[in-house]
């Protein structure tokens, strides 16, 4: 089975602050990682991915995302918040290895990112 | 949300009643998706499709059912049988095949309350 999690509901960080969204997750094989946003009444965005290759991975509107495979994490990272990165932020998972009639992800619960002015 | 379009946007349904909600993508994507969304839950998948006239039910699959009868279309109906149905619903859909390390693009959302 596979599985995410993602410890905080809420992050609250000062513009012009470096901002973390924690992920962590659980396969039974190699891990797909992906990181989407939110905003209000909106369907998903997608943000990044990684799939295999460098740990560091960069996305859309200059967040980044660090594979960890030792502690099983997928950070989402971001050097400087914006006010307008305020959302939803939404960790999902998918095992490489698993089942091959399953290929739909596993999302987290989600991170209420809140960026102060 | 470009390239899958869901609709209503809002709908309401009385006890009893069943209810389909439409999704609909042009990007050429053989996979689709169904999700619902409630407060503090995350998505949960109800229902997925790999292809055309196949589909296979995810963690949440009782009390709706689905069609695919074209690539394009991906249809929800949630029945009568769905105790409660009030939530956001979410369309996706992804490219397939082997070495999936495809994202899913998603719909704009139809949110469907009960009265």
């Known amino acids: 089975a596979q599985s995410v999690a993602q410890p905080e509901d809420q992050v609250n960080v000062a513009e012009g602050n470096p901002l973390t969204v924690k992920c962590t997750y659980s396969?039974?094989?190699?891990?797909?990682l992906f990181w989407y946003v939110q905003y209000p009444n909106r369907g998903l965005q997608f943000l990044l991915k990684?799939?295999?290759?460098?740990?560091l991975v960069k996305g859309s509107y200059g967040f980044e995302a660090e594979f960890n495979k030792s502690q099983t994490s997928f950070h989402l990272k971001k050097p400087s918040a914006l006010v307008s990165d305020s959302a939803l932020y939404f960790c999902?998972?998918?095992?490489?290895?698993?089942?091959?009639?399953?290929?739909?992800?596993?999302f987290g619960s989600g991170t209420r990112l809140q960026v102060q002015p | 949300d470009g390239g899958i379009t869901q609709s209503p946007k809002y709908l309401f349904r009385k006890e009893g009643q069943n209810v389909t909600l439409s999704c609909e993508q042009n990007?050429?994507?053989?996979?689709m998706y169904w999700y619902r969304q409630d407060p503090g839950q995350g998505l949960r998948l109800i229902y997925y499709?790999?292809?055309?006239?196949?589909?296979q039910k995810g963690d949440i699959a009782e009390g709706y059912s689905v069609s695919r009868e074209k690539k394009e279309s991906f249809p929800l109906t949630v029945t009568s049988a769905q105790k409660n149905p009030t939530a956001f619903y979410l369309c996706?859909?992804?490219?397939?095949?082997?070495?999936?390390?495809?994202?899913?693009?998603f719909g704009p959302g139809t949110r469907l309350t009960v009265l």
């Open positions: 996706a859909s992804s490219r397939a095949g082997t070495g999936e390390g495809y994202e899913q693009f």
């Open positions: 396969v039974s094989g190699n891990p797909y």
């Open positions: 990684y799939i295999t290759g460098d740990n």
């Open positions: 999902a998972v998918r095992d490489s290895g698993g089942d091959t009639g399953r290929r739909a992800l596993t």
């Open positions: 990007l050429n994507h053989d996979a």
């Open positions: 499709s790999q292809i055309v006239n196949d589909f």
